[in-house]
């Protein structure tokens, strides 16, 4: 039982109970300073930025009719308005967004919190999942590695990344798809401790069983004996579906993680039962853990999809809402059992998707994603450029700036480490290794396929997790294993204790053109060391 369990969990390091209290401790500890980070100065700008523009409008729009509309005819500067603390702004037409409400409700529970025309509501909930996600990171180093500085590590280079920082102020969309991405994927995590350990539990009864019993007549019980036990139902699986159909509720990005993430814990199943031994733990996989893992987790996330519209549902102004009545169905086609609401939804999909893949348009902080991992050009959220006198201003000239510039050691460090990482889940096969990849895979390689599309760097947050993470698992092997010397020990954790002290200190120089703190201009010179910086 013990060896089986060590085969398929690992072997319980040392003094884990010990480890995992100190990691508690260390990771709230970076939760905490990483959130009053966050919430300080959480009004400044003290106006809508870049494409708050857009979704904390129409947060507020949900709030009210239940769906998003447009700005009223003949209000030609409703930002203007809306700045002044007048969000009367809507007219009785509706609006054809491009993204699904979730995050958007998100937005709109801060605004319910503090006011429309408070900033600092406009950008709470980002600042609360910003900070819960540095909680949230730690506990999933902690289930990748057990080990309590290399989780710690992982939250502090969270708390201490610009390029997070500056979304976890800011009322977009990026950061709550980053929010139920890294959620679900704790989920998966604790689901694959609780299967292996199932299976550890399970494994000796179904042996002794299988080989106590004649051998079936029937070929399907034949072929089942050889699987291995079920694992029965597995409820944070099912939960990582709602995570996931949240994530797709944000931003239609989302479904590339729901894929990467679904085909990777079924992965780990096959590893499971390879592990324990199965004779047929390939197709074991597919029918006991594959077609499971399916249904718990795609039809979940479609039902969490469609619920999130659930105020385009309620209501009858929305975009589209009425496009099935308008085009009724001929008597006797299939399409005629499909309820009008969901036909109507269908079709403002298939216009949104149009919107999206057709979005070609000149912007001068658009990037390509070859560049997003060294921050080949970040972008500029908020700029003022006020002379002496002026926002508080003792110099000659300054400047107030929010730009999503990430912390270099977390991001040139993670574009170093790729390569070594992908060794070590190659060659190595180390599964803690895929786990980092996973998320890069999903958040990044994706863009690629849209070389001609307007797209931004900041989309880059919601794999800035996993980004961590690979630098993290780079620093374990500086660490090295539990059993290495002391004296190697010693030294590999001064190493990481020295990159996280680094990386603090980056920040913290880096901090004034993260969080629109007035600068003279030449201490902001000194910041922009590259032309693509700025």
């Known amino acids: 039982m013990e060896s089986l369990r060590a085969r398929l969990l690992g072997p319980a390091p040392p003094r884990r109970g010990r480890q995992d209290r100190w990691a508690w401790v260390g990771i709230l500890l970076a939760t905490l300073v990483g959130g009053v980070l966050r919430f300080v100065r959480l009004d400044q700008p003290a ?9 904390v409008k129409q947060a507020w729009s949900l709030v009210r009719y239940g769906h998003e509309r447009e700005v009223r005819e003949g209000l030609e500067e409703p930002d203007v308005l809306w700045n002044a603390g007048d969000p009367d702004v809507f007219g009785a037409l509706p609006d054809l967004v491009v993204h699904p409400p979730a995050g958007k409700w998100m937005i709109a529970l801060g605004q319910l919190l503090t006011g429309p025309e408070d900033p600092a509501g406009w950008r709470l909930a980002s600042a609360v999942v910003g900070t819960l996600s540095i909680l949230v990171l730690g506990r999933v180093a902690w289930h990748l590695w057990h080990n309590a500085l290399l989780s710690v590590a992982a939250a502090a280079l969270l708390a201490v990344d610009g390029h ?8 977009l969309l990026d950061v709550f798809l980053m929010w139920w991405v890294l959620l679900a994927f704790l989920l998966l995590l604790l689901d694959r401790e609780q299967a292996r350990s199932r299976l550890a539990r399970r494994w000796p009864r179904w042996e002794a069983r299988t080989r ?21 139902v597995r409820w944070w699986r099912v939960a990582a579906g709602v995570s996931l159909g949240l994530a797709v509720g944000t931003k239609w990005s989302g479904l590339f993680f729901l894929a990467v993430f679904g085909l990777m814990t079924v992965w780990w199943d096959l590893g499971a039962r390879r592990a324990a031994g199965a004779p047929g733990w390939a197709t074991g996989t597919v029918v006991r853990d594959g077609i499971p893992a399916f249904l718990s987790m795609v039809p979940v996330a479609l039902v969490t999809y469609v619920a999130t519209w659930a105020g385009w549902f309620a209501t009858e102004g929305g975009w589209k ?11 006797g086609s299939p399409a005629a059992l499909v309820p009008d609401a969901l036909r109507s939804l269908w079709a403002y999909h298939v216009e949104m998707m149009t919107f999206h893949v057709g979005l070609q348009n000149e912007h001068k902080w658009s990037s390509n994603p070859w560049g997003w991992t060294v921050q080949w050009r970040p972008t500029l959220f908020y700029a003022e450029w006020p002379t002496r006198g002026e926002m508080g201003c003792e110099a000659a000239d300054c400047v107030s700036y929010v730009a999503s510039l990430g912390n270099v050691l977390v991001w040139w460090g993670a574009s170093a480490g790729l390569l070594v990482v992908t060794f070590l889940w190659l060659l190595g096969r180390d599964w803690r290794a895929g786990a980092a990849l996973s998320g890069v895979v999903a958040g990044w390689l994706p863009w690629f396929l849209y070389q001609t599309r307007t797209i931004y760097s900041f989309y880059a947050v919601a794999f800035v997790p996993w980004l961590v993470l690979v630098v993290v698992a780079c620093l374990a092997l500086v660490l090295g294993p539990a059993d290495a010397p002391a004296r190697r020990r010693r030294w590999g954790a001064a190493v ?39």
């Open 47 to 55: 106006r809508l930025v870049f494409d708050e523009t857009y979704y």
């Open 321 to 331: 809402r009425g496009w099935a009545a308008q085009n009724p169905v001929a008597d």
């Open 212 to 232: 106590a019993e004649p051998v079936p007549r029937s070929p399907w019980r034949r072929w089942a004996r050889w699987w291995g036990p079920s694992l029965g």
């Open 164 to 171: 997070h920082f500056v979304q976890s102020r800011i009322g």
């Open 496 to 534: 990481v204790v020295g990159y996280v002290v680094l990386a603090a200190a980056w920040f913290a120089w880096y901090y004034p053109v993260h969080a629109a703190v007035v600068l003279p201009r030449e201490q902001w010179d000194w910041r922009m060391f590259f032309d693509f910086w700025n």
